[in-house]
């Protein structure tokens, strides 16, 4: 496909992490996924069509597509599986060169952008009785034409042959490693994505640890890195901001609120989990692997369940932190004793956190709020982020009545991966890229 010089087709430029058929064959179709607030969204659609069309036919209009995925029954007792139908709005409709940029020439390549929303596009499923999200199995979309395209022979095309079940193509995941696994001395076996950088040798740079949270668990890193919007953290502003970082994703292949074998989680009361000694293992680990990771600048975050596990960590052993970020934290405030927290405060150790009062998953009364308190009252170098509620703050999603749209009150992450969080006239990004480890306990 590709000619000297010329740049790579698009599903071989994009890391095409679900594959149906060949892609890039006549009539298949390459949904492309990017990172949204509320997780991956199927934003743009590449049609290969049998043989090529005149691009100046080529319109939004004559575009119809139907989204056709599995999805939940929650209006059940037990919720059922289903399968839920969609109309997508076809926002541009342009005709594209294999790699995908514009063209005025004659093409069997059509790019379909779709509008998304935190209700519409998305390409992952959230099991209610699993507590976790996958991709959609089936994911299916539906071209078809309104009117008539135009061909160089001057015979209408008035019928699209697509196979309906797209290759997923995440371009947000480009250069992240999504391979890693490491098993503990605990016995247990982590799956971890790994964004690296090019640099100089010899230069230095921080490594900012991400811990997803309840519904990315498993063993599909791709999964924690698209379940929120971490393909932030290794996009032009974050990464501009930071001076350049590396980034690390772990997943647990079940809850990192577990706390007994025997699986249990939910009903945690603030005891260590059973994935700590494996994780901090694995930091060390990924330390050892790239000696280029300044070892003073080793942040740690995450949101929900990997609040917890943020928590879990630097409540342990914060001299390996330069600074730690829980979000919507799950670790119970009983748990934790007044002594764990004194240590932690007299640590040193720098803390933002981050959550909403109307967070209705996590309540914040018995867990951030009276934490944040305690550590204040003993003088710890804390910052925090405490938001009234969760909303769109980019413009493009209202309400029907134009207001912005409002997340559910858990989602307070979202404030995070778009930089902003705020605390006086201090904000988490730089304060973030700052963090220093050096004064304090060495690796």
Known sequence: MMTHGSKPALWEAVPVLRASGQPGAPGTQLALVEGCPWGPAVSRVLLV???????????????????????????EPVP??????????VRQAA?????????RQDSPYILLTLAVSPAEGCPFCFNPLTQKADWCDPYRLTVTLTAPLSTPEGKPLDHLELDPEPSMGVPCLAGV??????????GHTLHYAFYGLDHPAGEKHPLVIWLHGTGEGGTNPAVAALGN?????????????MGGAYVLAPQTPTYWMQYTEKGDWKDNPGVSSVYHQDLMELIRAVLAEYPDIDRDRVTVGGCSNGGYMTMDLVLDDPSLFAAAYPICEAYRDAGISDRQLKALAESGLPLWFVYAENDPIV?????????????????????ATVLPK??????LYTRPNGSPYEYNGHFSWVYFFQGLCTDGGESLWPWLARQNRSGRNKI
Request: proline share 6%; hydrophobic share 40%; glycine share 8%.
């Open 49 to 75: 069509l049998p043989r090529p069309v005149c691009s100046d036919s080529v319109t939004a209009d004559r575009f119809q597509v139907w989204e056709e995925k599995e999805a939940f029954d929650k209006a």
């Open 95 to 103: 005709a594209v060169t294999a790699a995908g940029a514009p063209t």
């Open 177 to 186: 490693r999504l391979d890693g696994v490491f098993t503990g001395s605990g």
């Open 229 to 241: 919007q971490v393909s932030a953290l290794w996009g032009e502003t974050f990464q501009k901001e």
């Open 80 to 89: 059922a599986r289903m399968l839920s139908r969609t109309r997508r709005t």
């Open 390 to 395: 969760v909303v769109d703050e980019t413009g």
């Open 363 to 383: 309540p914040p009364a018995a867990h951030a709020a009276p934490t944040i308190r305690r550590l204040r009252a003993m003088g710890a170098d804390l910052h």
